[in-house]
């Protein structure tokens, strides 16, 4: 017999491919062990306004292979106050919700964690296209985003060498340039930025570029993440000094949504179901993890406090097959 009867589920952040795989998983997880599952609707929003709906097998029916939450998530800054964390904890023991599953990044665990200290105990589970949960060397939407972006700058690719052009292309990542670096090596980008490394654009971008251009190669596609300086910049820049035309692309959120891959699907089913073991024996204040390709799970404290490498290596070999 499970010691905990009701459970919540909750999308919280920016959406990502394979939240409603994991959804899914929570739901027929804690039905399979004879809970009640709550689903929280928009993020700690829900929470805090009782914006829920009891969730039964069917409800999670036909939606492992859509985009988006059907849940529906938001930002939440009342939660971050006080008064906000006490409404939810309210909210939480009026509807006798004894444990949630928090599907989001490293800002949703934190209030997961404020959740957990106040008596509600909280499985945080990665989901965000960035890749940047501190703890996790993956995270659920992650290679759909890559691979979504792989096709776009592949179709972008065609015109930008019909046109003897460079396409400097945007990618979302929020602080972290994963995205753009797992995506540019797999569209063979010239250059990649990404925030992890400064690089001079002028001293060491433009010169490459001359030096491949003088090679015969006419047209080229530099992949920047977010945060690195405007594309439309960049690109009027590299025109001017290089005198290959060039187009500025933002991709923009068009990267947060479609169909998850099978790998997000696969690790978002696992990772809901060993959430909901741990709530249903009323553990919380943890957060699930990939490590090792194995999924663990942590104290969400040294969860957050843990540091991500970036794949230094990674980018040394984009760099040295982009000449
Ligand atoms: P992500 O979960 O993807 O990192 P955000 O950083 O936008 O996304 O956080 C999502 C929500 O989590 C916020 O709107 C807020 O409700 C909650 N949150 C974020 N940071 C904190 C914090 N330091 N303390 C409590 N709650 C937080
Ligand atoms: O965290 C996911 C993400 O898509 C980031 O890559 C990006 O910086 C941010 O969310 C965009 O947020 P919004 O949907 O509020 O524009």
Do not use: W
Request: net charge neutral; with cysteine; aromatic share 4%.
């Amino acid at each position: 017999m499970n010691k905990v009867k009701t459970i919540g589920v909750l999308t919280s952040g920016g959406d990502s491919p394979g939240m409603n795989a994991a959804i899914r998983a929570v739901v027929r997880t804690g039905i399979a062990k004879g809970m009640r599952v709550i689903g929280i609707r928009r993020g700690y929003n829900g929470l805090i306004n009782g914006d829920m709906i009891e969730m039964n097998l069917r409800s999670v029916s036909d939606i492992i292979h859509r985009g988006g939450t059907v849940l529906y998530t938001a930002r939440s800054p009342e939660f971050k106050t006080e008064e906000g964390l006490q409404k939810a904890v309210s909210v939480c023991k009026e509807m006798g919700i004894e444990g949630i599953a928090v599907i989001g990044g490293d800002g949703s665990f934190r209030g997961a964690s404020d959740l957990s200290e106040r008596g509600i105990p909280c499985v945080g589970i990665p989901g965000t296209i960035d890749n940047d949960v501190s703890s996790s060397e993956s995270t659920i939407g992650f290679d759909t985003a890559i691979n979504t972006v792989m096709q776009m700058v592949d179709k972008l690719r065609d015109t930008t060498e019909s046109h003897d052009r460079c396409s400097v292309v945007e990618v979302m990542g929020r602080h972290a340039g994963y995205i753009a670096l797992h995506a540019g090596i797999a569209v063979g980008a010239t250059c990649i930025l990404v925030p992890e490394v400064k690089v001079d654009i002028e001293k060491e971008v433009i010169p490459k570029l001359q030096r491949i251009h003088r090679t015969g190669k006419k047209h080229f596609i530099i992949i920047v993440a977010e945060g690195i300086g405007r594309v439309d910049e960049i690109a009027k820049l590299i025109e001017e000094k290089t005198g290959i035309e060039s187009r500025p692309t933002i991709l923009g959120h068009v990267q947060r949504g479609g169909s998850p891959t099978v790998q997000d699907r696969l690790m978002a089913s696992e990772m809901g179901y060993y959430a909901v073991e741990l709530l249903s024996k009323g553990i919380g204040n943890r957060v699930i993890a990939v490590k090792d390709n194995k999924i663990v799970d942590y104290d969400i404290h040294e969860a957050l406090k843990m540091k991500k490498p970036f794949e230094t290596k990674l980018y040394e070999i984009a760099h040295t097959i982009s000449i």
